[in-house]
Protein backbone atom coordinates (compact mmCIF):
# COMPACT_ATOMS: atom_id res chain seq x y z
CA UNK A 1 0.00 0.00 0.00
CA UNK A 2 1.35 3.84 -0.65
CA UNK A 3 0.11 6.15 2.39
CA UNK A 4 -0.16 9.64 0.82
CA UNK A 5 0.97 12.77 2.77
CA UNK A 6 0.12 16.07 0.88
CA UNK A 7 1.57 19.26 1.19
CA UNK A 8 -1.03 20.71 3.30
CA UNK A 9 -0.08 18.62 5.87
CA UNK A 10 -2.49 15.99 5.52
CA UNK A 11 -2.84 12.17 5.94
CA UNK A 12 -5.00 9.58 4.95
CA UNK A 13 -5.47 6.47 7.51
CA UNK A 14 -8.72 4.03 7.40
CA UNK A 15 -9.57 6.06 10.74
CA UNK A 16 -9.91 9.38 8.29
CA UNK A 17 -7.98 11.80 7.32
CA UNK A 18 -5.50 13.24 9.84
CA UNK A 19 -3.39 16.65 10.40
CA UNK A 20 0.35 16.06 9.84
CA UNK A 21 3.32 18.57 10.53
CA UNK A 22 6.04 19.10 7.77
CA UNK A 23 9.41 20.90 7.47
CA UNK A 24 9.76 24.11 9.31
CA UNK A 25 10.24 25.45 5.02
CA UNK A 26 8.08 23.53 3.79
CA UNK A 27 8.54 20.74 0.75
CA UNK A 28 11.09 20.62 -1.73
CA UNK A 29 12.15 17.96 -4.42
CA UNK A 30 13.93 15.25 -3.50
CA UNK A 31 16.86 15.85 -6.00
CA UNK A 32 16.95 19.75 -3.86
CA UNK A 33 16.98 18.39 -0.80
CA UNK A 34 20.25 19.27 1.23
CA UNK A 35 21.10 18.56 4.58
CA UNK A 36 19.99 21.27 7.69
CA UNK A 37 17.60 22.54 4.89
CA UNK A 38 14.51 22.32 7.37
CA UNK A 39 12.22 21.10 3.99
CA UNK A 40 10.31 17.53 4.03
CA UNK A 41 11.59 16.08 0.52
CA UNK A 42 8.43 14.97 -2.35
CA UNK A 43 8.40 11.52 -3.25
CA UNK A 44 7.93 8.02 -1.94
CA UNK A 45 9.66 6.33 0.29
CA UNK A 46 9.46 2.83 1.74
CA UNK A 47 8.84 2.07 5.02
CA UNK A 48 11.98 0.76 6.32
CA UNK A 49 11.36 0.36 10.61
CA UNK A 50 10.28 0.98 13.68
CA UNK A 51 11.92 2.23 16.80
CA UNK A 52 10.56 3.01 20.14
CA UNK A 53 10.87 4.25 23.45
CA UNK A 54 9.62 1.03 25.67
CA UNK A 55 10.51 2.48 29.04
CA UNK A 56 7.74 5.06 27.68
CA UNK A 57 5.43 3.13 25.66
CA UNK A 58 4.57 -0.41 24.70
CA UNK A 59 5.57 -1.92 21.27
CA UNK A 60 3.68 -0.37 18.94
CA UNK A 61 1.38 -3.39 17.42
CA UNK A 62 2.94 -3.38 13.89
CA UNK A 63 4.17 -6.45 11.63
CA UNK A 64 7.10 -4.19 10.13
CA UNK A 65 10.61 -4.70 11.85
CA UNK A 66 10.22 -3.25 14.92
CA UNK A 67 12.89 -2.60 18.60
CA UNK A 68 13.48 -0.36 21.24
CA UNK A 69 15.45 2.22 21.19
CA UNK A 70 18.72 2.43 23.76
CA UNK A 71 19.85 4.86 25.32
CA UNK A 72 23.40 5.00 23.07
CA UNK A 73 21.00 5.18 19.38
CA UNK A 74 22.17 8.26 17.62
CA UNK A 75 21.93 8.90 14.01
CA UNK A 76 24.67 10.27 12.02
CA UNK A 77 24.12 14.04 10.29
CA UNK A 78 27.83 14.09 8.64
CA UNK A 79 27.61 14.65 5.13
CA UNK A 80 31.60 13.53 4.82
CA UNK A 81 31.33 10.74 7.73
CA UNK A 82 31.07 6.65 6.17
CA UNK A 83 28.28 6.79 8.36
CA UNK A 84 25.95 9.57 6.90
CA UNK A 85 22.10 8.64 7.01
CA UNK A 86 22.58 5.46 8.93
CA UNK A 87 22.28 4.34 12.97
CA UNK A 88 25.38 4.96 14.75
CA UNK A 89 25.82 4.07 18.45
CA UNK A 90 26.93 7.27 21.38
CA UNK A 91 29.15 8.74 21.75
CA UNK A 92 29.92 8.93 18.08
CA UNK A 93 32.78 11.12 17.04
CA UNK A 94 30.84 12.96 13.81
CA UNK A 95 27.73 15.11 13.75
CA UNK A 96 24.27 13.27 14.95
CA UNK A 97 21.31 13.05 16.28
CA UNK A 98 20.34 11.43 19.46
CA UNK A 99 16.94 8.84 19.59
CA UNK A 100 16.58 8.69 23.14
CA UNK A 101 14.92 12.20 23.29
CA UNK A 102 13.11 13.39 26.50
CA UNK A 103 10.64 15.70 24.36
CA UNK A 104 8.73 12.92 23.16
CA UNK A 105 9.05 13.35 19.50
CA UNK A 106 11.10 9.93 19.16
CA UNK A 107 9.01 7.38 21.39
CA UNK A 108 8.12 6.17 18.09
CA UNK A 109 9.89 6.72 14.70
CA UNK A 110 9.10 4.93 11.56
CA UNK A 111 12.58 5.76 9.70
CA UNK A 112 11.35 6.17 5.44
CA UNK A 113 13.68 5.03 2.81
CA UNK A 114 14.98 8.53 1.94
CA UNK A 115 18.08 8.95 0.49
CA UNK A 116 19.89 5.49 2.08
CA UNK A 117 20.00 3.06 -1.05
CA UNK A 118 23.09 4.31 -0.71
CA UNK A 119 22.76 7.61 1.19
CA UNK A 120 24.34 10.55 -1.03
CA UNK A 121 26.38 12.83 1.23
CA UNK A 122 24.82 16.58 2.22
CA UNK A 123 21.14 14.99 0.31
CA UNK A 124 19.38 14.78 3.85
CA UNK A 125 19.54 12.41 6.32
CA UNK A 126 17.37 11.14 9.66
CA UNK A 127 13.74 11.61 7.55
CA UNK A 128 11.59 9.83 9.79
CA UNK A 129 7.87 9.82 10.67
CA UNK A 130 7.86 10.51 14.12
CA UNK A 131 5.05 12.09 17.00
CA UNK A 132 4.03 15.56 16.63
CA UNK A 133 5.29 18.72 18.81
CA UNK A 134 2.77 20.53 20.39
CA UNK A 135 -0.07 21.98 17.85
CA UNK A 136 1.44 20.15 15.17
CA UNK A 137 4.27 22.40 15.29
CA UNK A 138 7.09 22.55 11.93
CA UNK A 139 9.54 19.89 11.64
CA UNK A 140 13.32 19.83 10.53
CA UNK A 141 12.35 17.80 7.54
CA UNK A 142 10.42 14.95 9.27
CA UNK A 143 6.41 13.87 8.92
CA UNK A 144 4.78 14.20 12.38
CA UNK A 145 1.95 12.86 13.37
CA UNK A 146 -0.42 12.18 16.50
CA UNK A 147 0.53 9.51 18.75
CA UNK A 148 -2.17 7.80 18.32
CA UNK A 149 -2.27 8.70 14.43
CA UNK A 150 1.46 6.90 14.07
CA UNK A 151 0.03 3.89 16.12
CA UNK A 152 -2.71 3.53 14.01
CA UNK A 153 -0.42 3.78 10.36
CA UNK A 154 1.82 0.86 11.68
CA UNK A 155 -1.29 -1.43 12.66
CA UNK A 156 -2.21 -1.17 9.32
CA UNK A 157 1.14 -0.72 7.29
CA UNK A 158 2.78 -3.94 5.80
CA UNK A 159 6.14 -4.95 4.47
CA UNK A 160 6.34 -3.20 1.19
CA UNK A 161 4.08 -0.62 1.84
CA UNK A 162 5.65 2.85 1.09
CA UNK A 163 4.98 6.84 2.24
CA UNK A 164 4.45 9.25 -0.61
CA UNK A 165 4.76 13.00 0.05
CA UNK A 166 3.13 15.08 -2.77
Same mark, same amino acid.
Given at each position: ????????????????????? #?????????????????????????????????????????? #??????????????????????????????????? #?????? #??????????????????????????????????????????????????????????????
Amino acid at each position: MEWQVSQNGSLALEVGIVPAA #LGRTGVTKASDKREGDGATPLGCYSLRRVLYRADRIARPVTV #LTCRAIREDDGWCDAPGDPAYNRPVRLPYPASHEA #LWREDG #LYDIILVLGHNDDPPIAGSGSAIFLHCKRGDYEPTEGCVALAPKDVRALLAAARPGDSLRIS
